[in-house]
């Protein structure tokens, strides 16, 4: 259809300004808002543990922290698939994916290799690698449904099948993350905490040994801060082992009776 005589075209170019964002949580200087399920800011959410998830597997482990679950399954030691030269010390492959209902956006289960690696290396200097030679232990998380600190909870949940498995270990590894939300310091982030985090620190570590297996912080934090979530982290460990130890003795029991 032709237009009318003499009219000029209107741009519409969108404006930044107009876009709509979601309203954050809290504000920059309210130091008393409520956490969404909330919890107190330095109060973990309730920690369950279940072995002998997977019947097929050699260990396995189900781990649930609030809306966070997860299934790990532990296989071998086998001999490696891989073609090698001898070794003195065994293998460990590790492999972390999510389910196509795991997140609120569905349809996006995948292997995540970004935290496969991290698993492999909270886990490797716990292991005691030189108890099964030129063989392979292989460990598959299954995140079933994401609600916050999904990485901690699957290093937890995976020290508990590797012990569940009869891998020898010289001590459990718990992690533990806090985040960093305007001047507080949250443990155990839900989802909705962790995008809006201007800050992350995630500890793994063996408590009977004091011995801290992996650290990893992302964003800007000041040395205070720092101090004080790792203090946060190290004491919430420590107890997260007694939980998963209280699991394994139970589990034995229950094998015995």
């Known amino acids: 259809m032709a ?19 979601k309203p954050p949580i809290f504000k920059n200087d309210d130091v008393d808002w409520v956490r969404p399920d909330g919890r107190g800011f330095h109060q973990c959410r309730p920690a369950f543990f279940r072995t002998g998830a997977v019947n097929a597997a050699a260990g396995s ?6 809306n966070t679950k997860v299934i790990v399954s532990v296989f071998g030691p086998r001999e490696s698939k891989k073609a ?24 996006q289960g995948s292997d995540n290799k970004e935290f496969s690696s991290m698993l492999h290396k909270a886990l490797e200097g716990a292991i005691m690698l030189e108890t099964f030679p030129k063989t392979t232990v292989d460990v598959f998380a299954l995140v079933l449904e994401s609600g916050g600190s999904d990485l901690p909870v699957v290093i937890s949940c995976a020290s508990v099948a590797l012990a569940d498995a009869g891998i020898m270990m010289y001590d459990l590894v718990a992690s533990v993350s806090v985040s960093c939300l305007g001047k507080n310091i949250v443990i155990d982030p839900v989802l909705e905490e962790e995008s809006y985090q201007d ?21 800007e934090w000041s040395t205070p801060k720092i101090n004080e979530g790792m203090q946060l982290c190290l004491d919430a460990c420590s107890k997260l082992a007694n939980i998963m130890r209280s699991c394994l003795k139970e589990a034995a029991s229950a094998s015995d009776e």
């Open 199 to 219: 800050g992350s620190l995630m500890i793994t570590c063996m408590p009977s040994r004091y011995e801290v297996t992996q650290l990893t912080i992302t964003g």
């Open 3 to 21: 237009g009318k005589a003499g009219a000029t075209p209107t741009t519409y170019t969108p404006s930044p300004k107009t876009q709509r964002k």
């Open 84 to 107: 090698m030269m001898y070794s003195d010390i065994g293998r460990l492959n590790c492999n972390v994916s999510y389910t196509t209902f795991a997140t609120p956006i569905r349809g």
């Open 61 to 66: 482990a189900y781990a649930e922290f609030g």
